[in-house]
């Protein structure tokens, strides 16, 4: 048998020299910013060559986790590419967490939690005076 003429094991190999490729750092290099923006943070990740379902959200208590795997179409194997947790603090809501991907890039909205004018309360500020 010549193994050159055996098309779906020569695409099964390059398959898995492409993922191979991509775990050690080739072709998904991932870069992942933070920044606040008005009424809450966010979270940008870019991810050349990756496409939308590759990407997965979990919310887990405040624990956002992001990660990416590559479905193969043989033997049905999923190879992780990138894992990603942040913790969240208790002031962001975490009922309106928002998510778009577009241009190779993955968008995450973090927003704060509105406050209620029950939550409100001034503080008063006293004078201490010193005792000579």
């Given at each position: 048998?010549?193994?050159?003429?055996?098309?779906?094991?020569?695409?099964?190999?390059i398959e898995q020299i492409d993922i191979i490729q991509s775990i050690n750092g080739g072709s998904v290099q991932t870069q992942v910013n933070m920044k606040r923006v008005y009424q809450g943070f966010e979270v940008t990740v870019w991810a050349p060559g990756l496409p939308v379902e590759a990407f997965n959200l979990m919310l887990e208590s405040n624990r956002l986790v992001l990660f990416t795997t590559l479905k193969s179409e043989y033997e049905g194997i999923n190879q992780p590419l990138f894992d990603r947790s942040?913790?969240?603090p208790s002031y962001i809501d975490l009922g309106r967490i928002d998510a778009f991907y577009e241009d190779q890039k993955l968008t995450v909205?973090?927003?704060f939690k509105e406050m209620d004018e029950k939550e409100k309360k001034k503080i008063d500020i006293r004078h201490l005076q010193k005792i000579s």
């Amino acid at each position: 048998m010549n193994l050159l003429n055996n098309r779906k094991l020569l695409r099964s190999i390059i398959e898995q020299i492409d993922i191979i490729q991509s775990i050690n750092g080739g072709s998904v290099q991932t870069q992942v910013n933070m920044k606040r923006v008005y009424q809450g943070f966010e979270v940008t990740v870019w991810a050349p060559g990756l496409p939308v379902e590759a990407f997965n959200l979990m919310l887990e208590s405040n624990r956002l986790v992001l990660f990416t795997t590559l479905k193969s179409e043989y033997e049905g194997i999923n190879q992780p590419l990138f894992d990603r947790s942040f913790s969240l603090p208790s002031y962001i809501d975490l009922g309106r967490i928002d998510a778009f991907y577009e241009d190779q890039k993955l968008t995450v909205f973090l927003p704060f939690k509105e406050m209620d004018e029950k939550e409100k309360k001034k503080i008063d500020i006293r004078h201490l005076q010193k005792i000579s």
